[in-house]
């Protein structure tokens, strides 16, 4: 395994409570809910009440309307995040060995608003005629090939799909691929917007979805009255960078990646292995990457999606791989704020997690109201707090028995 270091050059991001990193991370340090009852479909037959859809956003400061005219919603979002951090981190103005420059952006589920759309207007019509721009806006690389066109990335480019770990397992293998000298720069993360009444229909067919009217008790992480996950859409970027090529080009680093675990429950295609023995395999193959121990480890950005099981079996997890350590350190889950974005979840967190390491602050889970034993960690609730942050650990789990972890480091100069 090469020793090259992998920073973090630059962020991006569209969300329901932000749509740039500032914006974004302002309204986490606030505890800002994203999450309101749907306004991009009627919802008054439809079981699902509520999501974090994200508002007020102009595609036209990035791209002319012909540009994304018949790009699925994903695909822009993807697009969107991904300038905002190819000109976060300057590389709009670098010299770059374009062969040498990758883009990893994955999605869990695509275009499905595009196929959803289709499907009702060819079950309507009499003819057999689609778009032909049908199947390039529903195919989950179709985000990360744009990119690469956008941003003339011409390494490794790949979409990595396993449900919601997908952003955690993009940054990921991005993160390896560098360490490992195959590529010098690569856009990792990912996007998803899956707010249609076709996908809730059938999240909430799977009980995996809330599916009451109040917002401020929807999205409860760890929460003994938690019901389900509240879907969110939005996309998070992060350019990772090898060291000593962001030190040539005299970048501003933001922090440093520095371990990667990832594996699959073979268990079931939607519940997690209930013991927590797999996810913390992959917790301990990320420690074990960063060539850490656990107990370096500040805080934990907690997939927590606020189901029954999920939550549950996290903190079996946390606690299998941290002991006694479990009671020090902080744990949140920060679905509670931006809604569950499926594949686009860990990439989001990630970003979280780089702007907590710099400002020393462990954001909270919001509208946490009722302890639940058996999600016993020790949990920043309701309001964010102040610490020194040097590690973080971010989690993210997915149907199918796929989990990821990924750590990050504070970076100093």
């Known amino acids: 395994m090469s020793n090259r270091r992998v920073v973090i050059t630059g962020m991006g991001v569209v969300s329901a409570i932000g749509n740039d990193v500032n914006g974004f991370w302002h309204n986490i340090k606030n505890g800002v809910c994203g999450i309101d009852l749907i306004q991009s479909f009627d919802t008054t037959h439809h079981p699902i009440k509520l999501a974090a859809e994200i508002k007020e956003l102009n595609t036209e400061q990035y ?8 790009n699925a919603r994903f695909i822009v979002l993807a697009r969107i995040a991904a300038q905002q951090a190819y000109r976060d981190s300057g590389l709009d103005n670098a010299r770059l060995t374009r062969d040498r420059f990758g883009v990893y952006v994955s999605s869990s589920i695509g275009g499905i608003e595009v196929l959803e759309n289709s499907q009702l207007s060819f079950a309507d019509s009499s003819s057999i005629r689609v778009s032909p721009y049908l199947i390039p806006s529903t195919l989950v690389n179709l985000a990360s090939g744009t990119i690469a066109i956008d941003v003339q990335a011409k390494g490794s480019n790949l979409a990595v799909v396993t449900a919601c770990a997908s952003g955690s397992n993009a940054i990921g293998e991005a993160f390896h691929k560098i360490r490992l000298g195959v590529e010098d720069v690569i856009l990792a993360g990912a996007s998803d917007a899956a707010i249609t009444p076709l996908s809730l229909a059938g999240f909430a067919a799977m009980r995996a979805m809330h599916t009451g009217d109040n917002s401020q008790r929807a ?8 019901s389900g ?6 996309a998070g970027i992060l350019v990772l960078e090898e060291f000593q090529h962001a030190i040539k080009r005299k970048a501003k680093i933001l922090g440093e990646i520095i371990g990667y675990g990832t594996n699959c429950d073979a268990f079931s295609i939607t519940s997690p292995e ?3 023995k797999t996810i913390s395999n992959a917790i301990n193959r990320a420690v074990a990457d960063a060539g850490i121990k ?5 805080y934990i950005n907690a997939h927590g999606t606020a189901t029954i099981l999920n939550d549950k079996t996290e903190t079996r997890a946390i606690k299998n791989v941290f002991g006694k350590y479990a009671k020090d350190v902080l744990v949140s889950s920060t679905k509670s704020m ?13 970003i979280i997690c780089v702007k907590s390491l710099q ?3 462990a954001p909270a889970t919001i509208n946490y109201k009722k302890p639940d034993p058996d999600c016993n960690l020790n949990l920043v609730v309701n309001q964010g707090v102040n610490k020194e942050l040097n590690v973080v650990l971010s989690n ?18």
């Open 229 to 234: 996950m509240i879907m969110g859409e939005g």
């Open 274 to 276: 209930l013991e927590g």
């Open 338 to 350: 931006t809604g569950h974005t499926l594949g686009a979840s860990g990439a989001i967190e990630a």
């Open 359 to 361: 400002d020393n602050f």
């Open 396 to 413: 993210s789990f997915g149907f199918g028995g796929h989990n990821t972890s990924l750590i990050f480091k504070k970076w100093r100069e």
């Open 219 to 226: 999205c409860i992480p760890f929460d003994a009255e938690r």
């Open 294 to 298: 656990a107990t370096d480890i500040n």
């Open 63 to 70: 791209f002319e309307n012909r540009d994304i005219k018949h």
